[in-house]
């Protein structure tokens, strides 16, 4: 089954700094490439996704990228702010099959200000 | 931030009790979740159903039982549980299983004692 693993564990960047957090798979056969972001003792929420048969997706300021062929997808927050901390979740599916999601780990950004 | 609802939020058993988990969608959708969030670990899909019919159960322990009576209610049914059962749990909809975006909700915090 589908594998995700995902980088780093925690992130700490100053304001106004990028983010980039990392995530790979292991099944070729995915198609949708989902981020949830999720605050402290808040639920999960989409905040960006990408399917398959795009390479870049981008929505104010952030953005994913997805290489199909290293089984990679990265997001990306440019002039990050206070309120981006959160923890945040890649995910990966074989959207054929109805939507299974297999998560990342979950990466912990802190935005010092 | 009511479209997904969960009860209870807070909930202590004992491994001998039998509890049961609710969660109610308020968006017309066709798809439920039950997901299970563990301290540095990975969201994990559980149960899937769609339509009332469940298409998914992830290798779940039998200890967990769940029951979709209707398209907006999703229980999860607990009893001799472990204590590593404690974790976040989760429910989630979207408009039917090949949808894209997933709706959580808040989750139950469930300590196994």
């Known amino acids: 089954g589908e594998n995700v693993e995902q980088h780093p564990s925690t992130l700490s960047v100053q304001e106004g700094d990028s983010a980039v957090i990392k995530c790979t798979y292991s099944d070729s056969a995915s198609n949708y490439f989902p981020w949830y972001k999720q605050e402290l003792g808040k639920r999960p929420q989409l905040i960006i996704d990408?399917?398959?048969?795009?390479g870049e997706k981008k929505d104010q300021r952030i953005a994913v990228t997805l290489n199909k062929t290293a089984k990679h997808f990265s997001l990306h927050i440019t002039e990050t702010q206070p309120e981006d901390s959160a923890v945040y979740f890649c995910a990966a599916s074989l959207m054929e099959y109805g939507n299974k999601l297999v998560f990342g780990a979950g990466t912990i950004l802190r935005v010092k200000s | 931030e009511t479209g997904v609802t969960q009860t209870p939020r807070h909930l202590v058993m004992g491994m001998t009790n039998k509890k049961s988990l609710k969660c109610e969608q308020h968006?017309?959708?066709?798809?439920m979740y039950w997901y299970k969030q563990s301290a540095k670990k990975p969201l994990e899909l559980m149960f899937v159903?769609?339509?009332?019919?469940?298409?998914e159960n992830n290798s779940v322990p039998s200890r967990f039982s769940p029951e979709c009576p209707n398209s907006s209610h999703l229980f999860l049914h607990l009893h001799t549980l472990q204590p590593e059962d404690s974790a976040l749990y989760l429910c989630a909809s979207s408009q039917d299983s090949q949808s894209y975006e997933q709706y959580f909700g808040p989750g139950t915090r469930l300590t196994v004692t």
């Open positions: 990408i399917r398959s048969n795009v």
């Open positions: 968006l017309g959708h066709n798809a």
């Open positions: 159903y769609n339509f009332k019919e469940q298409t």
